[in-house]
T-cell receptor
Framework: GQNIDQPTEMTATEGAIVQINCTYQTSGFNGLFWYQQHAGEAPTFLSYNVLDGLEEKGRFSSFLSRSKGYSYLLLKELQMKDSASYLCAATDSNYQLIWGAGTKLIIKP | GAVVSQHPSRVICKSGTSVKIECRSLDFQATTMFWYRQFPKQSLMLMATSNEGSKATYEQGVEKDKFLINHASLTLSTLTVTSAHPEDSSFYIC????????????FGPGTRLTVL
């Protein structure tokens, strides 16, 4: 079956760095997305990886290892507004998004 | 990316009534739209894929007679929750696929449905 695993909840301190891990098993693979979702709002796109390696975009970076079925989202210089859920989603052979349950990130002052 | 709107943003209704939710793609013609449901502290669950001019494709376990989907134009899809019950209370979100081929989706702001 198809499955995405990510931690349920993480806590970090304002100004620090946090890494959110995601492992996936899909029927075929055509890329991995990270979305941010604030409570009561819709998800917004953060990053996309299809090749192995690190993609950096400002304070956020995303890494992919296709051979390991593994990705992480790295958030630097954490701000209180980064408190949200972070959703990992992989696209299968049909380009259908398979969603993880999301990681709730709590930022403390 | 595509700009997607949903209406209403919140709706409270009595048990047994029907509720219609609209999803509009404001700057992009979408032959396909996706409807998701999200219960508190849970992930997005794909309910159905809406196809312009043809029948929607429902995911396993989703009652097509209860969740009616109409995709009448390239910019509008509607989801009607018929005979709503308290267990239908949820956050309903629609999305539109991006123009590239990588599977990206752009989401509407969501509709919070509460059935009393």
């Amino acid at each position: 079956g198809q499955n995405i695993d990510q931690p349920t909840e993480m806590t970090a301190t304002e100004g620090a760095i946090v890494q959110i891990n995601c492992t996936y098993q899909t029927s075929g693979f055509n890329g991995l997305f990270w979305y941010q979702q604030h409570a009561g709002e819709a998800p917004t796109f953060l990053s996309y990886n299809v090749l192995d390696g690190l993609e950096e975009k400002g304070r956020f970076s995303s890494f992919l290892s296709r051979s390991k079925g593994y990705s992480y989202l790295l958030l630097k210089e954490l701000q209180m507004k980064d408190s949200a859920s972070y959703l990992c989603a992989a696209t299968d052979s049909n380009y259908q998004l398979i969603w993880g349950a999301g990681t709730k990130l709590i930022i403390k002052p | 990316g595509a700009v997607v709107s949903q209406h209403p943003s919140r709706v409270i209704c009595k048990s047994g009534t029907s509720v219609k939710i609209e999803c509009r793609s404001l700057d992009f013609q979408a032959t396909t739209m996706f409807w998701y449901r999200q219960f508190p502290k849970q992930s997005l669950m794909l309910m159905a894929t809406s196809n312009e001019g043809s029948k929607a494709t429902y995911e396993q376990g989703v009652e097509k007679d209860k969740f009616l989907i109409n995709h009448a134009s390239l910019t509008l899809s509607t989801l009607t929750v018929t005979s709503a019950h308290p267990e239908d209370s949820s956050f309903y979100i629609c999305s539109v696929p991006g123009e590239n081929d990588r599977g990206e989706q752009f989401f509407g702001p969501g509709t919070r449905l509460t059935v009393l």
